[in-house]
């Protein structure tokens, strides 16, 4: 969830982004708009992780995520 200052994780509300945009952490954000064919026609929703939770919530996955390794850092 982003507020002004801060990035806070809507699973467990941890603040992952302090002040000034300085990131404490690597998070995970994901916005969908969803269109005609889902029951949410015309909505768009977001939310943030914090890692953590994005490894619980990858755990509960049926067929594990695809990783790959990168040599290259952004
Ligand atoms: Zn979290």
Redesign the pocket.
């Known amino acids: 969830m982003k507020t002004q200052e801060k990035i806070i ?1 809507n ?2 509300k ?1 603040v992952i982004l302090e002040r000034n945009g300085i990131p404490k952490a690597e998070y995970l954000h994901v916005e969908k708009q969803w269109g005609y064919f889902s029951g949410k026609d015309g909505e768009k929703q977001e939310f943030d ?2 890692e ?2 994005y490894d619980m919530w990858i755990g509960s996955f049926q067929i594990p995520i695809k990783t790959q390794e990168v040599t290259e850092l952004i």
């Open positions: 994780c699973c467990c941890k992780l914090c953590e939770c």
